[in-house]
């Protein structure tokens, strides 16, 4: 089972990315996903989640309406759209699977973890 995050990069204040997390070795379609992240120095956090259906999503609020979780169960995808990003947005990016179906900001509830992507973001 392997958890393959993608999309980082640098980037200025105010601009976006996307990135993609691909799940290989097994579906997920009946787990929760959810992207974590950690800045230099600090501890991960919990960033966005979104169900097995799709139906329900969760973010932390310093991302709310900046940040959008989707996935794509056909394609075993998850993405983390990331519009006017700040320079405290910078950090390693990862994406997870959860051991249940509806959503979850728990890192314990997260079995299967990606590697990380990182991304920064200049002022």
């Known amino acids: 089972v392997q958890l393959q995050a993608s999309g980082g990069g640098l980037v200025q204040a105010g601009g976006s990315l996307r990135l993609s997390c691909a799940a290989s070795?097994?579906?997920?379609?009946?787990?929760?996903m959810g992207w974590f992240r950690q800045a230099p120095g600090k501890e991960r956090e919990f960033v966005a989640t979104?169900?097995?259906?799709?139906?329900?999503?969760d973010y932390t609020d310093s991302v709310k309406g900046r940040f959008t979780i989707s996935r794509d169960a056909a394609k075993n995808m998850v993405y983390l759209q990331m519009n006017s990003l700040k320079p405290e947005d910078t950090a390693v990016y990862y994406c997870?699977?959860?051991?249940?179906?509806?959503?979850?900001?728990?890192?314990?509830?997260?079995?299967?973890w990606g590697q990380g992507t990182e991304v920064t973001v200049s002022s």
């Open positions: 997870a699977a959860a051991r249940r179906a509806t959503i979850t900001s728990s890192s314990y509830d997260y079995r299967y």
């Open positions: 070795g097994r579906a997920f379609s009946n787990n929760a």
């Open positions: 979104i169900s097995w259906t799709s139906a329900n999503s």
